[in-house]
């Protein structure tokens, strides 16, 4: 079964609008991080926002934003003020267990292509 | 500047060769990954290391091989018995030591594409 979802392939964002996507997530333990990672066409990963399980408040990191719902198992990235640069694949990725447990392993959602239209 | 390398950028590999993809950290960072990405896809785990000498199977394991002799390098060998080897390759690490905390991202090379010809 799939841990992360992430059901939108595409989305397209007018620039200087906020876009929200979306990711759920799988999982039984109480202990767990969500990550949010873009990735240009160049290739590397670059990571974003992160989320724990354990956190009460929203995590915010300049423009992008986590819409944590923890009774839903969803963790939206809000990307406000859409620029150019923002156009790229957008990762949500989990990492979960108990801080004893061996081989807490990232595992990445199929992603959202986003292209911000000028 | 602290990172992660990953080299070559681009490599070709004929039909039946092993070939080693390097991957070179100077983080500090216990844990290592190496992921496979294909058009349009998310990341699948290959293998992943979080100590030194000791290194576990991911998802899809099967015809590659690696090595973790030292902190700072886990080369990743795509081997002959690896028949869709043509993708994008990730090497990744994080800080783990002994608190396994869940709350420490992933840091990324900037990837290695393989083509078989």
């Known amino acids: 079964a799939q841990k992360i979802t992430q059901t939108q392939p595409g989305m397209f964002v007018q620039e200087k609008e906020a876009v929200t996507l979306d990711c759920t997530y799988d999982t039984s333990d109480p202990s767990y991080g969500l990550f949010w990672y873009k990735q240009p066409s160049s290739g590397e990963m670059i990571f974003l926002i992160y989320q724990g399980s354990y956190d009460q408040q929203n995590a915010t990191e300049g423009r992008y934003s986590l819409n944590f719902q923890k009774a839903r198992k969803s963790a939206n990235l809000v990307i406000s003020a859409s620029q150019l640069g923002d156009s790229a694949m957008y990762f949500c990725a989990m990492r979960e267990g108990p801080a004893w447990a061996y081989g807490q392993n990232f595992v990445f959602g199929p992603g959202t292509r986003l292209s911000v239209l000028p | ?117």
């Open chain 2, 1 to 117: 500047d602290g990172g992660i390398t990953q080299s070559p950028k681009y490599l070709f590999r004929k039909e039946g060769q092993n070939v080693t993809l390097s991957c070179e950290q100077n983080l500090n960072h216990d844990a290592m990954y190496w992921y496979r990405q294909d058009p349009g896809q998310g990341l699948r785990l290959i293998y992943y290391s979080q100590i030194v000498n000791d290194f576990q199977k991911g998802d899809i394991a099967e015809g590659y091989s690696v090595s973790r002799e030292k902190k700072e390098s886990f080369p990743l060998t795509v081997t002959s018995a690896q028949k869709n080897p043509t993708a994008f390759y990730l090497c990744a690490s994080s800080i783990e030591g002994q608190s396994r905390a869940v709350n420490t991202e992933a840091f990324f090379g900037q990837g290695t594409r393989l083509t078989v010809v």
